[in-house]
């Protein structure tokens, strides 16, 4: 059972940095691909960067590139999202999610497992 808890979310301002983390306690965290997606208000929900169950695959949204990073660290079975230069358009509930099918697409509806998410604000 894969069980999702993120944390790292607060209160920014323009062009600081935050550190997302994902923990996963069901213990399938290596064999899985992880994502990250956000949700703004009034708008649906987007991806936002995934990485690879068992390779070192990595893709971002274009709003994303050059900005955030997403890594896991197995020993730690923890999943993170650094972002920097933030903007007011990455003010979103951030969430995490996973699949026992080995996609890492930009679908969420291919995403089983997901976290409660964190809230992320940044102001002007």
């Known amino acids: 059972q894969v069980q999702l808890v993120e944390s790292g979310g607060g209160l920014v301002q323009t062009g600081d940095s935050l550190r997302l983390s994902c923990v996963d306690s069901?213990?399938?965290?290596?064999?899985?691909?992880l994502a990250w997606f956000r949700q703004a208000p009034g708008k649906e929900r987007e991806f936002v960067a995934v990485?690879?169950?068992?390779?070192?695959?990595?893709n971002y949204a274009n709003s994303a590139k050059g900005r955030f990073s997403i890594s896991k660290d197995g020993a730690k079975n923890t999943l993170y999202l650094q972002m920097n230069n933030l903007k007011p358009e990455d003010t979103a509930v951030y969430y995490c999610?996973?699949?026992?099918?080995?996609?890492?697409?930009?679908?969420?509806?291919?995403?089983?497992?997901w976290g409660q998410g964190t809230q992320v604000t940044v102001s002007a």
């Open positions: 990485i690879g169950g068992t390779t070192d695959y990595r």
């Open positions: 999610a996973s699949n026992s099918k080995g996609y890492v697409g930009l679908s969420q509806s291919l995403y089983e497992y």
């Open positions: 069901g213990m399938t965290f290596r064999k899985y691909p």
